[in-house]
């Protein structure tokens, strides 16, 4: 690319891509911040409301206990009715989850049948029928203050699970933004590329003297093929954010290997936290091949355990009449490296920035895929490959 204005466009469109990635991963940061804050406060407040309905329950039968004054107990238990009524009717203002907002409404409903169980026990001892009371207390009241309780709980539980999907949908998100800046910014790299000087070729011209000169004449250099790459490149990029299940994934990885020029692709899985690598998709390896493929810990001296370590390429150079050239790219997603993509590239290869930046491209779509698999609390499960 020769023009200054569209080197200067194309760089700027990087730029502005960076930077729109940058202030989503800032903005849904502080949204992750603000649901884990008020999750925490909506799990404060639900314990305590439970610690009320437990003292509800135990309250009321000391109406009925031997040595307990019922003049201490029943005001005491009057006040904390009030305090747990505010208490469920506060949690429901602030409960993010439908879930969690019909749950409560259970526990409003249990509270007020509570309170009317109450009322006829306080009616009997009134009436010195202190085994009537002491059934009324010990069989409704005592089971409707519980139900109430699982209620709460219920919500409280419902409430975490809600912020869970939350946060997990916030953050595939994430990496599908960050993978899309980073391919295109290796395809403005790619562009921006300087293309190679024209060769001179030298002629022989004929003189008016009849004298022949050797005169260098500038012939047009063959038709590139980056246009191509490019527009291959960027297909494959589209597709990869487009994968639904695994049989697109393997059809991808077979289109990726022939642009590679690879006889075989195989993408590793591990998680954030250093889980083992697991190999979870392949192509250009038979079945039986793939079986016998070893998980591959973080230490391992190899170059998909070097790229899973320090989240940066590994190039394997080919020897002469020996193995195969090999690029390891690292999967990268938001909190860290989640596994590699490696590709045994064919006819020396793996010297090629173009091919080096292609494998990148791949590995950083991969992050969009599998963002949501690997996690620091699960390692990956090994799927049979097909290819």
């Not at 192509?283 to 998909?304: E, L, Q």
Request: with cysteine; hydrophobic share 45%.
């Amino acid at each position: 690319m020769r023009s200054r204005a569209l080197r200067t466009t194309c760089g700027a469109i990087a730029w502005i891509a960076v930077g729109l990635a940058a202030f989503f991963l800032f903005r849904s940061e502080k949204q992750i911040t603000e649901l884990g804050a008020a999750v925490r406060a909506f799990d404060l407040h639900a314990r305590e409301v439970s610690t009320s309905l437990d003292d509800l329950r135990a309250g009321q039968q000391a109406y009925v206990a031997a040595g307990q004054g019922v003049a201490f107990w029943m005001p005491k238990v009057a006040a904390t009715t009030d305090a747990a009524r505010t208490g469920i009717a506060s949690l429901r203002g602030s409960a993010l989850s439908s879930t969690a907002g019909a749950e409560l409404m259970e526990a409003e409903a249990a509270l007020a049948e509570f309170s009317t169980i109450d009322k006829r026990a306080r009616d009997y001892i009134k009436l010195g029928d202190q085994l009537m009371a002491g059934d009324v207390v010990f069989t409704e009241g005592g089971e409707t203050a519980a139900t109430a309780a699982r209620h709460v709980e219920a919500a409280r539980i419902a409430e975490q699970q809600n912020y869970d999907a939350t946060e997990g949908a916030i953050r595939t998100q994430q990496a599908l933004a960050i993978g899309g800046a980073a391919a295109l910014c290796a395809i403005v790299v790619l562009m921006l590329i300087p293309a190679g000087r024209p060769e001179l070729e030298f002629v022989e011209e004929p003189q008016s003297s009849g004298a022949a000169e050797t005169i260098p004449i500038p012939q047009a250099p063959p038709s590139s093929t980056i246009g191509t790459i490019l527009r291959t490149t960027a297909d494959l990029a589209t597709d990869f954010g487009r994968v639904r299940d695994l049989p697109d994934l393997y059809r991808l990885l077979a289109r990726a290997a022939d642009v590679m020029d690879a006889s075989g692709v195989v993408v590793w899985l591990g998680t954030t936290g250093g889980a083992d690598l697991q190999p979870v998709a392949a192509h250009g390896y038979s079945a039986h091949a793939i079986a016998r493929m070893p998980s591959v810990p973080r230490s391992a001296n190899n170059a998909a355990a070097a790229a899973y370590r320090t989240g940066s390429m590994q190039i394997v150079l080919s020897r002469p009449g020996g193995a195969a050239g090999a690029l390891v790219a690292p999967i990268l997603a938001p909190d860290g490296c989640i596994g590699a993509l490696s590709a045994e590239i064919r006819h020396g290869g793996e010297g090629s920035e173009t091919i080096q930046a292609m494998a990148t491209i791949f590995a950083a779509h991969l992050a969009g895929v599998f963002a949501g698999t690997a996690t620091d609390q699960r390692a990956a499960t090994k799927v049979v490959a097909q290819g």
